[in-house]
């Protein structure tokens, strides 16, 4: 069974950096395509960004794409959500998902085909 779990998430200030992970067991890493998404008090999850299986192809939401990096690091199962400037309306819990087939697809926004899911970290940006 594969597991999923986020960690780094916390308490920052307006304009702050923060980096995330989500770290996966049970299954292999190398071949998944990971996802991040965050769903805020009150709100529907939303896509974050994505990056596939070999971490060559990534792609954003339009709200972070100038602010927040994915990167992956293969050989530790551990993708990275690299969070820059923040603002109170990034407060959320973040989420990862992992997408078996490894690549980025036009359904990745929507979540289809994020098979495996985190029970997420909590990022609080206090203005």
């Known amino acids: 069974q594969v597991h999923l779990v986020e960690s780094g998430g916390g308490l920052v200030q307006v304009g702050d950096s923060l980096k995330i992970s989500c770290t996966t067991s049970g299954g292999i890493f190398r071949t998944y395509a990971m996802g991040w998404f965050r769903q805020a008090p009150g709100k529907e999850r939303e896509f974050v960004g994505a990056?596939?299986?070999?971490?060559?192809?990534?792609y954003y939401a339009r709200s972070v794409q100038s602010r927040f990096t994915i990167s992956r690091d293969n050989a530790k199962n551990t993708v990275y959500l690299e969070m820059v400037y923040l603002q109170p309306g990034d407060t959320a819990v973040y989420y990862c998902a992992a997408d078996p087939r490894g690549k980025i697809t036009m359904g990745t926004p929507q979540g289809r085909g994020m098979d495996y899911w985190g029970k997420g970290t909590l990022v609080t940006v206090s203005s």
């Open positions: 990056i596939n299986w070999a971490g060559t192809d990534t």
